[in-house]
Protein backbone atom coordinates (compact mmCIF):
# COMPACT_ATOMS: atom_id res chain seq x y z
CA UNK A 1 0.00 0.00 0.00
CA UNK A 2 1.46 3.59 -1.10
CA UNK A 3 0.71 6.86 0.96
CA UNK A 4 3.02 8.74 2.85
CA UNK A 5 2.75 7.44 6.21
CA UNK A 6 3.78 3.89 4.57
CA UNK A 7 5.63 2.02 7.51
CA UNK A 8 4.70 4.51 10.34
CA UNK A 9 3.21 4.72 13.81
CA UNK A 10 0.68 6.99 14.59
CA UNK A 11 -0.64 7.50 18.03
CA UNK A 12 -4.10 10.14 18.51
CA UNK A 13 -5.69 10.68 21.75
CA UNK A 14 -9.44 11.29 21.86
CA UNK A 15 -9.35 9.29 18.20
CA UNK A 16 -12.34 8.16 19.33
CA UNK A 17 -15.22 10.70 17.93
CA UNK A 18 -14.74 13.94 16.32
CA UNK A 19 -11.36 16.02 15.19
CA UNK A 20 -9.42 12.74 16.61
CA UNK A 21 -11.05 10.39 14.64
CA UNK A 22 -10.96 12.39 11.07
CA UNK A 23 -7.07 12.90 11.93
CA UNK A 24 -7.09 8.51 12.18
CA UNK A 25 -9.45 8.65 8.96
CA UNK A 26 -6.70 10.64 7.07
CA UNK A 27 -3.59 8.82 8.40
CA UNK A 28 -4.84 5.64 7.51
CA UNK A 29 -5.73 6.78 4.12
CA UNK A 30 -1.87 7.58 3.88
CA UNK A 31 -0.69 3.89 4.82
CA UNK A 32 0.01 4.74 9.50
CA UNK A 33 -0.60 2.34 11.84
CA UNK A 34 -2.94 3.97 13.98
CA UNK A 35 -3.56 3.74 17.64
CA UNK A 36 -6.43 5.75 19.16
CA UNK A 37 -5.71 6.67 23.01
CA UNK A 38 -9.46 7.27 24.27
CA UNK A 39 -10.90 7.46 27.68
CA UNK A 40 -14.10 6.12 25.89
CA UNK A 41 -15.38 3.30 23.05
CA UNK A 42 -15.23 4.74 20.02
CA UNK A 43 -18.64 6.02 18.29
CA UNK A 44 -17.90 4.12 15.23
CA UNK A 45 -14.68 1.66 15.52
CA UNK A 46 -12.16 2.26 11.83
CA UNK A 47 -10.54 -0.27 10.37
CA UNK A 48 -6.93 -0.01 10.81
CA UNK A 49 -7.22 1.29 14.41
CA UNK A 50 -6.11 0.10 17.48
CA UNK A 51 -8.41 1.06 20.36
CA UNK A 52 -6.73 1.64 24.08
CA UNK A 53 -8.41 2.36 27.06
CA UNK A 54 -6.28 5.54 28.05
CA UNK A 55 -6.79 8.56 30.12
CA UNK A 56 -4.32 10.82 28.93
CA UNK A 57 -4.18 12.95 32.23
CA UNK A 58 -3.32 9.72 33.79
CA UNK A 59 0.81 8.82 33.69
CA UNK A 60 0.16 5.25 34.34
CA UNK A 61 -2.62 4.79 32.04
CA UNK A 62 -0.17 6.79 29.47
CA UNK A 63 2.36 4.87 29.85
CA UNK A 64 1.03 1.43 29.69
CA UNK A 65 -0.63 2.79 26.22
CA UNK A 66 2.89 3.19 24.91
CA UNK A 67 4.27 0.01 26.39
CA UNK A 68 1.26 -1.61 24.62
CA UNK A 69 2.63 0.19 21.16
CA UNK A 70 6.06 -1.02 21.98
CA UNK A 71 5.00 -4.63 21.68
CA UNK A 72 2.49 -4.40 18.93
CA UNK A 73 4.26 -1.89 16.49
CA UNK A 74 8.49 -1.85 17.99
CA UNK A 75 8.33 2.26 17.28
CA UNK A 76 6.29 5.74 16.99
CA UNK A 77 7.00 8.19 14.28
CA UNK A 78 3.64 10.15 14.88
CA UNK A 79 2.01 11.67 18.11
CA UNK A 80 -1.13 13.75 17.75
CA UNK A 81 -2.39 15.38 21.18
CA UNK A 82 -5.91 15.86 20.74
CA UNK A 83 -8.13 14.67 23.45
CA UNK A 84 -10.06 17.34 25.25
CA UNK A 85 -13.30 18.30 27.56
CA UNK A 86 -15.19 21.50 27.76
CA UNK A 87 -16.36 22.92 30.99
CA UNK A 88 -18.26 26.29 31.04
CA UNK A 89 -18.72 28.90 34.37
CA UNK A 90 -17.50 32.13 34.89
CA UNK A 91 -14.02 32.19 37.47
CA UNK A 92 -16.02 32.99 40.19
CA UNK A 93 -18.32 29.79 39.50
CA UNK A 94 -15.54 27.82 38.08
CA UNK A 95 -15.80 24.37 40.38
CA UNK A 96 -12.02 23.81 41.33
CA UNK A 97 -12.79 20.10 40.20
CA UNK A 98 -13.97 20.94 36.57
CA UNK A 99 -10.40 23.80 36.71
CA UNK A 100 -8.58 20.83 37.30
CA UNK A 101 -9.89 18.02 34.70
CA UNK A 102 -9.91 20.95 31.70
CA UNK A 103 -5.88 21.53 32.36
CA UNK A 104 -5.13 18.20 33.38
CA UNK A 105 -6.90 16.88 30.10
CA UNK A 106 -5.15 19.17 27.62
CA UNK A 107 -2.11 20.27 29.06
CA UNK A 108 -1.15 17.49 31.62
CA UNK A 109 -1.97 15.19 29.00
CA UNK A 110 -0.16 16.75 26.48
CA UNK A 111 3.25 16.73 28.60
CA UNK A 112 2.27 13.28 29.68
CA UNK A 113 2.27 11.61 26.33
CA UNK A 114 5.12 14.08 24.92
CA UNK A 115 7.43 12.84 27.45
CA UNK A 116 6.91 8.91 26.85
CA UNK A 117 6.95 9.45 22.55
CA UNK A 118 9.85 12.10 22.88
CA UNK A 119 11.78 9.53 24.32
CA UNK A 120 11.20 6.75 22.28
CA UNK A 121 11.52 8.89 19.09
CA UNK A 122 15.29 9.74 20.20
CA UNK A 123 16.51 6.44 21.30
CA UNK A 124 15.29 5.09 17.73
CA UNK A 125 17.10 7.91 16.28
CA UNK A 126 14.42 8.49 13.11
CA UNK A 127 13.35 11.84 14.06
CA UNK A 128 9.42 11.87 14.16
CA UNK A 129 6.22 14.69 14.55
CA UNK A 130 3.99 15.67 17.10
CA UNK A 131 0.71 17.92 16.40
CA UNK A 132 -1.19 18.79 19.26
CA UNK A 133 -4.50 20.41 18.83
CA UNK A 134 -4.67 23.94 20.54
CA UNK A 135 -7.45 26.50 20.00
CA UNK A 136 -8.95 29.85 18.90
CA UNK A 137 -10.25 30.05 22.40
CA UNK A 138 -6.71 30.03 23.42
CA UNK A 139 -5.54 33.47 21.68
CA UNK A 140 -8.42 35.03 21.89
CA UNK A 141 -10.55 35.79 25.17
CA UNK A 142 -14.12 33.68 25.55
CA UNK A 143 -15.79 34.04 29.09
CA UNK A 144 -16.60 30.91 30.77
CA UNK A 145 -13.78 29.24 29.14
CA UNK A 146 -10.82 29.98 31.82
CA UNK A 147 -9.19 26.76 32.40
CA UNK A 148 -10.26 25.92 28.44
CA UNK A 149 -8.10 29.28 27.52
CA UNK A 150 -5.14 28.57 29.51
CA UNK A 151 -4.76 25.01 28.89
CA UNK A 152 -4.81 25.95 25.09
CA UNK A 153 -2.65 28.69 25.40
CA UNK A 154 -0.24 26.49 27.20
CA UNK A 155 0.07 24.22 24.76
CA UNK A 156 1.29 26.62 21.94
CA UNK A 157 4.24 27.58 24.95
CA UNK A 158 4.99 24.43 25.28
CA UNK A 159 5.04 23.34 21.87
CA UNK A 160 7.54 26.01 21.77
CA UNK A 161 9.72 24.55 24.09
CA UNK A 162 9.52 21.09 23.16
CA UNK A 163 10.20 22.31 19.53
CA UNK A 164 13.72 23.32 20.59
CA UNK A 165 14.52 20.57 23.04
CA UNK A 166 14.02 17.93 20.29
CA UNK A 167 15.09 19.65 16.94
CA UNK A 168 18.16 18.44 16.94
CA UNK A 169 16.70 14.68 16.78
CA UNK A 170 14.99 15.49 13.98
CA UNK A 171 11.60 15.45 15.67
CA UNK A 172 9.35 18.48 15.03
CA UNK A 173 6.65 19.50 17.45
CA UNK A 174 3.86 21.86 16.19
CA UNK A 175 0.15 22.58 16.71
CA UNK A 176 -2.96 23.30 15.21
CA UNK A 177 -5.37 25.66 16.52
CA UNK A 178 -8.71 25.05 15.35
CA UNK A 179 -11.89 27.53 15.21
CA UNK A 180 -15.87 26.11 16.16
CA UNK A 181 -15.69 22.76 14.26
CA UNK A 182 -18.83 20.80 13.79
CA UNK A 183 -18.07 17.62 16.24
CA UNK A 184 -20.10 16.72 19.83
CA UNK A 185 -18.06 18.89 21.54
CA UNK A 186 -19.96 22.10 19.93
CA UNK A 187 -23.44 20.13 19.78
CA UNK A 188 -22.98 20.09 23.81
CA UNK A 189 -22.46 23.71 24.07
CA UNK A 190 -25.20 24.41 21.80
CA UNK A 191 -27.59 22.23 24.35
CA UNK A 192 -26.29 23.32 27.31
CA UNK A 193 -26.47 26.93 25.85
CA UNK A 194 -22.85 27.85 26.28
CA UNK A 195 -22.85 28.40 22.57
CA UNK A 196 -25.29 30.39 20.63
CA UNK A 197 -25.21 28.63 16.62
CA UNK A 198 -25.96 31.84 14.89
CA UNK A 199 -24.02 34.28 16.94
CA UNK A 200 -21.44 32.77 16.70
CA UNK A 201 -21.52 31.61 12.91
CA UNK A 202 -21.67 35.44 12.29
CA UNK A 203 -18.68 36.57 13.69
CA UNK A 204 -16.40 33.98 11.58
CA UNK A 205 -16.00 35.34 8.32
CA UNK A 206 -15.52 32.28 5.97
CA UNK A 207 -19.90 32.44 7.44
CA UNK A 208 -19.69 28.34 8.89
CA UNK A 209 -18.37 26.17 11.26
CA UNK A 210 -15.08 24.12 10.27
CA UNK A 211 -15.99 19.89 9.18
CA UNK A 212 -13.60 17.63 10.86
CA UNK A 213 -11.38 16.97 8.16
CA UNK A 214 -10.71 20.65 7.51
CA UNK A 215 -8.90 20.30 11.13
CA UNK A 216 -7.57 16.95 9.78
CA UNK A 217 -5.80 17.89 6.79
CA UNK A 218 -3.62 20.54 8.22
CA UNK A 219 -2.63 18.04 11.24
CA UNK A 220 -1.71 15.56 8.83
CA UNK A 221 0.38 17.67 6.49
CA UNK A 222 2.59 18.90 10.22
CA UNK A 223 2.58 15.46 10.64
CA UNK A 224 4.12 15.07 7.04
CA UNK A 225 7.81 15.07 5.63
CA UNK A 226 6.29 17.85 3.57
CA UNK A 227 6.37 20.06 6.73
CA UNK A 228 10.17 18.92 7.54
CA UNK A 229 11.37 22.34 8.02
CA UNK A 230 8.48 23.27 10.28
CA UNK A 231 8.77 23.27 13.99
CA UNK A 232 7.35 25.18 17.08
CA UNK A 233 4.94 27.03 15.59
CA UNK A 234 0.87 26.92 15.49
CA UNK A 235 -1.49 26.91 12.46
CA UNK A 236 -4.64 28.75 12.80
CA UNK A 237 -7.38 27.43 11.13
CA UNK A 238 -10.24 29.19 11.74
CA UNK A 239 -11.88 30.42 8.91
CA UNK A 240 -10.58 34.21 9.74
CA UNK A 241 -12.31 34.55 13.01
CA UNK A 242 -9.30 35.54 15.28
CA UNK A 243 -8.06 37.84 12.55
CA UNK A 244 -11.47 39.86 12.74
CA UNK A 245 -10.59 42.37 15.33
CA UNK A 246 -14.25 44.42 14.80
CA UNK A 247 -17.83 42.78 15.48
CA UNK A 248 -19.82 45.95 14.09
CA UNK A 249 -18.57 46.63 10.70
CA UNK A 250 -20.09 49.48 8.57
CA UNK A 251 -22.81 48.21 6.29
CA UNK A 252 -20.71 49.42 3.00
CA UNK A 253 -17.90 47.04 4.54
CA UNK A 254 -20.23 44.02 5.16
CA UNK A 255 -19.04 41.16 2.56
CA UNK A 256 -21.86 40.44 0.11
CA UNK A 257 -22.06 36.96 0.89
CA UNK A 258 -20.24 33.85 2.04
CA UNK A 259 -19.90 31.26 -0.43
CA UNK A 260 -21.57 28.16 1.84
CA UNK A 261 -19.37 24.89 1.66
CA UNK A 262 -16.18 26.66 1.03
N1 LIG B 1 -14.89 21.20 18.07
C1 LIG B 1 -14.38 22.42 18.14
O1 LIG B 1 -15.02 23.42 17.80
C2 LIG B 1 -12.95 22.62 18.61
C3 LIG B 1 -12.37 23.88 18.43
C4 LIG B 1 -11.06 24.08 18.84
C5 LIG B 1 -10.35 23.05 19.42
N2 LIG B 1 -10.94 21.83 19.59
C6 LIG B 1 -10.15 20.79 20.22
O2 LIG B 1 -10.07 19.67 19.34
C7 LIG B 1 -9.90 18.48 20.11
C8 LIG B 1 -10.96 17.45 19.71
O3 LIG B 1 -12.23 18.03 19.95
P1 LIG B 1 -13.58 17.43 19.36
O4 LIG B 1 -14.41 18.60 19.00
O5 LIG B 1 -13.31 16.37 18.36
O6 LIG B 1 -14.19 16.83 20.72
P2 LIG B 1 -15.01 15.50 21.05
O7 LIG B 1 -15.62 15.75 22.38
O8 LIG B 1 -15.89 15.12 19.91
O9 LIG B 1 -13.84 14.40 21.16
C9 LIG B 1 -12.91 14.42 22.21
C10 LIG B 1 -12.43 13.01 22.48
O10 LIG B 1 -11.48 13.07 23.55
C11 LIG B 1 -11.74 11.98 24.43
N3 LIG B 1 -11.23 12.28 25.77
C12 LIG B 1 -11.69 13.20 26.64
N4 LIG B 1 -10.96 13.17 27.78
C13 LIG B 1 -10.02 12.22 27.61
C14 LIG B 1 -8.97 11.72 28.43
N5 LIG B 1 -8.73 12.19 29.66
N6 LIG B 1 -8.18 10.73 27.94
C15 LIG B 1 -8.39 10.22 26.69
N7 LIG B 1 -9.37 10.65 25.88
C16 LIG B 1 -10.18 11.63 26.34
C17 LIG B 1 -13.26 11.82 24.41
O11 LIG B 1 -13.66 10.55 24.87
C18 LIG B 1 -13.55 12.05 22.94
O12 LIG B 1 -13.52 10.85 22.18
C19 LIG B 1 -10.00 18.91 21.58
O13 LIG B 1 -8.71 19.10 22.10
C20 LIG B 1 -10.73 20.24 21.50
O14 LIG B 1 -10.46 21.07 22.60
C21 LIG B 1 -12.23 21.59 19.19
Not at 152 to 174: D, F, H, P
Not at 206 to 223: H, N, Q, T
Not at 225 to 244: E, H, K, N, P
Request: aromatic share 6%; charged share 20%; proline share 4%.
Amino acid sequence: MAGEFFGKVAAITGAGRGIGDAIAARLIEEGAKVFSFDLNDPDEARNGVTYLKVNVADPGSVEEAFGSIDREAGQIDVLVNNAGVQRVALAENMRPEDWHLVINTHLTGMHLCCAQAIRRMRARGRGGAIVSIASAAGIVGIPGRGPYSAAKAGIEGLTRVYATETAAANIRVNAVAPGSTRTKLIEQGLKDGSIRGDWQIERIPMGRLAEPWEIADPVVYLASDRASYITGQTLVVDGGWTVQGMVHIADWLVPSQAVPGG
